[in-house]
């Protein structure tokens, strides 16, 4: 395998920033109400819901359609990893913290100010802030784009690192834009 290309445009991290459950494994970039974060709801559908907590997943089946203020998924399964936390000693209830999200079959990210990006699997990892995207992935914003065997984005640290294979070299296609004077 070929050493992963870096790519530093300002176009890949602008558009790779928004990407796969950016918002969904944290409680939430939400607003404030008296100094406490308010989570916006994710609103999942699927045609099958199935919740193991034996093995602590909940898979969405057929038709995903996952839908939060700023982007919108569709794939074919959606399967969400979670981890029990214990409750602290003024809250009675028990809580969960997501582990890992993964989305497989026809994946389809749309941002709503614009940008989309298509993969066979996206998997984003909440504690490292970390999605990757496998199975064609491309992202595309307006004519531009990138695609690779692999694209591995930090969200964290804004930088992604797209990669290729021996036999295939990572893509990027970028318009110059112009500025109306």
Do not use: H
């Not at 993964?102 to 699997?121: D, P």
């Not at 992935?137 to 531009?144: E, F, T």
């Not at 969200?155 to 109306?180: G, M, T, Y």
Request: hydrophobic share 40%; with cysteine.
């Amino acid at each position: 395998m070929r050493r992963p290309e870096c790519v530093s445009s300002w176009f890949l991290v602008f558009l790779l920033s928004w990407l796969l459950l950016l918002g969904m494994g944290r409680s939430a970039a939400g607003q404030q109400d008296n100094g406490k974060v308010v989570s916006k709801p994710i609103v999942i559908k699927s045609k099958t819901l199935e919740i193991d907590n034996i093995q602590k997943t909940v898979t969405f089946l057929d038709e995903v359609n996952a839908k939060k203020d700023d982007f919108t998924i569709d794939c074919q399964k959606l399967l969400v990893f979670y981890e029990n936390l214990s409750p602290k000693k003024d809250d009675a209830e028990e809580k969960l913290k997501i582990d890992k999200i993964v989305a497989t079959g026809n994946v389809k990210i749309v941002r709503t100010q614009g940008g989309m990006s298509t993969a066979e699997k996206a998997v984003y990892y909440e504690e490292d802030e970390k999605m990757v995207l496998t199975g064609n992935p491309v992202v595309k914003q307006g004519n531009d784009f990138v695609e690779g065997d692999r694209i591995v984005i930090f969200l964290k640290e804004n930088r992604s690192i797209v990669e290729s294979s021996k036999d295939k070299k990572v893509k990027a296609v970028i318009f110059p834009s112009r500025e109306d004077k």
